[in-house]
Every structure is written in structure tokens, then in C-alpha cells.
């Protein structure tokens, strides 16, 4: 697989990407992904179970197969197969971008929202798939310039979705916005800070982790960490194929299906293309084809055992570019852990604790650092060299146009979880 290396003159090559660090430093490296995406993975079936009326044991249903795809879809993306995988550190996910699309076939289709929704997920997976060779290509079209602006508009678009978690994240609550939840938020991110100044070596580079357990002790007293939750969830559960029901297919829905999936393909692409330039390797056709397949497997996987389309991580790109750690095995533990997580409730609970204020001081820092590697790959192009800085200048505007009307609210893409986590919602799941 190329990642092999024997013998000094070997060892002297190897791409940090390929490096397999100590058991120690891979355990808590992955951990410190897990914590960074998991509010983002869990909110999507969170939301649409709660919208749907599902009963907490059949919400949960959702929440362990949305874990257990990312986890396979995390794993194909780091390690690979065949040609599937970008052989990167790559996080993958349930997207957000699902939500509205299945709210909208619930409100016509009733009862048979979820068959109709998984039968059209099992297409858009093979669509993707097949469609990765010719979508990667396009790729040659988009210069630094390009790149460069669409990756700092993820960067950019992410921030207010931090802003909403350090609020609470659920606007419906009574103590969203409180002087508490900012007041944990503003120690998180001030821990964070801290710990990244003062450590050297590792130490700095599980500041995020450290800080985001320095976060959690002071919400104790607050009850803001729910330990009693953890009573409600199974100890092991196996996801079962088409649990609520055989799929069925809607030609409007799959259409409807497929749309999200290219949306998911274009920032599948983006963030591979953002991933390389931070861990300094940059992403050919080939890379970014592999990286597609993964999603396509991934997200049909996902119909058959009750999930949603899978798509990139935004905030685990930060991640690595804050820490450092660019190894793809870290990340490929994380998988792991994350197939666990989907198979044990209870693990997946513990991580769950962590309260979304606490996440959302941690958001603050990760989600700039991707704005930065866009900045980043924007110096690589000409500003004065055709029409490149009328290009960023237009774009740039039209976004902080549109974040000044939405009145600053965080936006539904990507990951904007309006709801409590899974921990703290597992008697009753949140409505949307």
C-alpha cells in the first residue's frame, strides 16, 4: 500500500501522512478527533427523529448507524482499498445536508418518509461512485484562486455554527444564550489558548483535547454534564438492515437525493483539496476520485443499514492543521473508534457528555484554522495576474452579504445542530 517503510534511508522519506506514530500518541490524537466531530455526526438523525416523532429507541437506531457509517466511510478514506480512499487523514460524516430534503418528503410522504428516503440514498451512493472518475477532472478548472476562496469560505461559513453551540445550540432553550453557556465556552477556548502556548511537542498537539476536558470540570456544578443519561443507553447493539422497512424509490426524491449528493461531492472535493495543502501533499485526479469513491460506498452502506449520505469534516481539517498531526492512521483510529461507537450506544454516550458550549470554544478556534488554510492557498495566486482579486473580492462579498441578512444566524450547512446531544436527549429526542 506504499505506507511500509523499512530501513533508515526508507524512514528518512516517509510522508508524515504515512507515519505511524506510537500506540499512545494514535489513541489520543484519535480521541481528540472523535470529541471535535461527533456533535456534528450526531445531530442530522438527531434532528430528523425528532421531527419524525420517532420513539427514543428507534432515534437511537439512527444515531448508532449514522456512527457506524462514519466510522466505515473514515476507515476506506484512510486506509483505502483498491481505489477507493484518498489515503488521507480524512474525516468523514453524515452531512447536514440532508435534513431539509427529508423534512420536506416527511411532510408529503408520512409513514414511508424513511423507506423512500433510504431507497434514494442507496441510489445516490452508486451515483457517486460511478460518477467520481469524471467529477474528479474537473478539478483542473479551478486554479489556486479558486481553491483557495472556496476552502476560506468554508472557513468563514463555519464560525457562526460555533457561535450557536457556545450559545447552547438549541435556540429553543430556555437558557440558550445564558451568561453560563458563553462563560463555559469563553474558559474552553481560553484553555485552549493556554495549552497551546505553554505545551511543547505532543502536549501542544492534543491542546484541543486537553482544553476540552478542562471545559467539562467547571460544567459540573452547572448540570450542564448529565451523567444520568448514560442509564438509558444499550450496552451493544448491532444496526439491522432496513429496519424501518424495504426500501422504496420515489423518482422526485431520488432526484432530490442526488442533488444533495453532488453538493456533497463538491465539498467532499474541496476539503481533500484543503486537507492536501495542510498536510503539504497536494491532491491529484487520483486522490480526489478515491476520496469520492469512499463517499459512495459509504452513503449507499448507509441506505441499506438505516444512515444518511456521507460527506468531509470541515472542523477535523482544522484539526490537523492546529495540531499538526498529519498522520492518516490517527485518523483511521478514529474510525475506528467510531464503528465502536455504533455498535456500543454507551460509548458513544460517554463521549456525549461533553456539553456544546464546550465544543463551541473549541469550534471557535478550530473552524478559523480552516479559514486560514485558505488564506493560505489564495497566497499562492497572483493577486495583480488577471482578474484573481476581483474574483475573491466578488465572492467574499456576496457571503458577508448574506451572513449580515441571515442576522447573523448559523447556518443549516454544514453542521448546525439545533439539538441537544445524544447523552442528554436519549429519553426525548429533541423536536426540530
Not at 225 to 248: I, K, N, T, W, Y
Not at 261 to 282: G, R, Y
Amino acid at each position: 500500500m506504499g505506507w511500509k517503510i523499512t530501513g533508515r534511508s526508507a524512514q528518512a522519506t516517509t510522508h508524515p501522512v504515512d507515519e505511524v506514530l506510537p500506540p499512545g500518541r494514535m489513541l489520543v490524537g484519535a480521541l481528540q478527533h472523535v470529541a471535535t466531530m461527533y456533535a456534528g455526526v450526531a445531530a442530522p438523525p438527531l434532528i430528523i427523529g425528532g421531527a419524525l416523532g420517532l420513539p427514543p429507541a428507534e432515534t437511537t437506531t439512527l444515531l448508532g448507524a449514522s456512527l457506524l457509517i462514519a466510522g466505515l466511510a473514515t476507515l476506506l478514506q484512510t486506509i483505502g482499498f483498491w481505489r477507493i480512499g484518498s489515503r488521507l487523514p480524512f474525516v468523514n460524516g453524515v452531512t447536514f445536508a440532508v435534513v431539509s430534503p427529508i423534512l420536506a418528503v416527511a411532510a408529503a410522504k408520512q409513514d414511508a418518509t424513511l423507506p423512500v428516503i433510504f431507497g434514494s440514498t442507496i441510489v445516490a451512493g452508486v451515483f457517486c461512485l460511478v460518477l467520481a472518475p469524471v467529477f474528479c477532472r474537473l478539478v483542473r478548472f479551478f486554479p489556486p484562486v479558486v481553491g483557495g476562496t472556496v476552502i476560506t469560505l468554508i472557513g468563514v461559513s463555519l464560525p457562526p455554527v460555533a457561535g450557536n453551540w457556545a450559545q447552547g445550540g438549541d435556540r429553543k432553550a430556555a437558557d440558550y444564550g445564558s451568561m453560563t453557556n458563553l462563560g463555559l465556552a469563553a474558559a474552553t477556548l481560553v484553555a485552549i489558548l493556554v495549552l497551546h502556548r505553554v505545551l511543547t511537542g505532543f502536549g501542544q498537539r492534543v491542546a484541543v483535547l486537553l482544553g476540552l476536558l478542562v471545559g467539562t470540570l467547571p460544567a459540573i456544578p452547572f448540570d450542564r454534564v448529565d451523567g444520568d443519561a448514560l442509564s438509558g443507553l444499550a450496552m451493544f447493539e448491532v444496526p439491522r438492515p432496513f429496519a424501518f422497512g424495504a426500501p422504496q424509490f420515489d423518482v422526485s426524491v431520488t432526484v432530490s437525493m442526488l442533488v444533495v449528493m453532488i453538493v456533497c461531492m463538491t465539498e467532499s472535493t474541496a476539503d481533500i483539496i484543503a486537507l492536501s495543502e495542510v498536510v503539504d501533499k497536494p491532491a491529484d485526479d487520483r486522490t480526489i476520485a478515491g476520496g469520492l469513491r469512499a463517499d459512495g460506498p459509504a452513503t449507499a452502506f448507509g441506505g441499506v443499514f438505516n444512515g444518511f449520505a456521507c460527506t468531509a469534516f470541515a472542523q477535523n481539517i482544522g484539526l490537523v492543521a492546529l495540531t499538526r498531526i498529519r498522520s492518516r492512521f490517527v485518523v483511521a483510529v478514529c474510525g475506528g473508534f467510531l464503528v465502536l461507537m455504533g455498535l456500543m450506544p454507551i460509548v458513544g454516550g460517554l463521549v456525549a457528555l461533553v456539553p456544546q458550549p464546550i465544543l463551541g470554544g473549541a469550534g471557535v478556534v478550530l473552524f478559523g484554522t480552516v479559514a486560514v488554510a485558505g488564506i493560505r492557498t489564495l497566497g499562492k495566486a497572483d493577486p495583480n495576474a488577471g482578474s484573481n482579486a476581483l474574483i475573491v473580492a466578488v465572492v467574499l462579498n456576496l457571503l458577508l452579504n448574506h451572513t449580515s441578512r441571515a442576522g447573523g444566524k448559523a447556518p443549516a450547512e454544514p453542521t448546525d445542530p439545533a439539538v441537544t446531544l445524544p447523552a442528554q436527549s436519549a429519553q426525548q429526542p429533541t423536536r426540530a
